[in-house]
C-alpha cells in the first residue's frame, strides 16, 4: 500500500505531463508553429542518448561491459537503422531526423565495440589458452564456487554494475546494512 501512495501520483502526473504536451503540440501545429515539436525531439534524442552514455560512464569505471542486454542492443540499433533508412527515403530528407536517429545508432555501435573490446577479446584468449592447456573450465574455485562450476564473468565486480540503480544497493554502498 505504501508503495500504491508513491507509486499513483507519480504515474498521474507523468500522464497529465504527457497529456499536456500532446495537446500543446498539437495546438502548436494547428497555428503552423513548429519550434515546439522541434524542441520535443530534440528532448526525446538527448535523453536517449544520456541513457546510453551511461552505459559509457560504467565501461570507463569498471573497464567491462555489464548490465546490458546485447540483443536489446542489437535491436535497438536495428530500429535505427531502419529507421534511417525511411527518414532518407522520404521525398523530402528530414536532418533532424537522421541526426538524432543517426546519434543513438553510432552510440549502440559503440556499446558493441566496447563489448567487443573489454568482454569478447578477454573470452576469446581464455579460450584459447584454455583449450591450448587442455582446459575445459576455470579449476580453481573462487570464495562460495565448486570447483567443477564455469566461470561466468571475466571481471570480478559487484554483482550489479548496471546502469539499473536500486535504493538498496545506494544503501549498502553508503556501508548502511538493512
Known amino acids: 500500500m505504501r508503495a500504491l501512495t508513491v507509486v499513483i501520483p507519480i ?5 497529465s505531463v504527457q497529456a499536456g504536451l500532446i495537446f500543446g503540440v498539437r495546438q502548436a501545429k494547428r497555428r503552423d508553429i513548429e519550434w515546439p515539436s522541434i524542441l520535443m525531439a530534440i528532448a526525446s534524442a538527448m535523453l ?3 541513457g546510453v552514455l ?4 560504467d565501461v570507463y569505471m569498471y573497464r567491462t561491459v555489464r548490465g546490458i542486454s546485447f540483443i536489446f542492443v542489437g535491436i535497438d540499433a536495428l530500429g535505427d537503422v531502419f529507421s534511417l533508412v525511411s527518414v532518407v527515403f522520404q521525398p523530402k530528407l528530414d536532418v533532424l ?3 538524432i536517429y543517426g546519434t543513438e545508432l553510432v552510440l549502440w555501435i559503440g556499446s558493441f565495440m566496447c563489448g567487443a573490446y573489454y568482454n569478447l577479446g578477454p573470452w576469446v584468449k581464455l579460450q584459447r589458452v584454455g583449450a591450448e592447456q587442455g582446459v575445459t573450465a576455470p579449476t580453481e574455485a573462487r570464495e562460495g564456487e565448486s570447483a567443477s562450476a564455469p566461470c561466468v564473468s571475466l571481471h570480478h565486480l559487484p554483482s550489479s554494475t548496471s546502469v539499473f540503480r536500486t535504493p538498496s544497493r545506494e544503501v549498502m554502498r553508503r556501508g548502511v546494512s538493512t
Open 54 to 57: 551511461r552505459h559509457y560512464l
Open 11 to 15: 504515474a498521474f502526473l507523468m500522464g
Open 97 to 99: 531526423g537522421v541526426a
Open 48 to 50: 536517449l542518448a544520456a
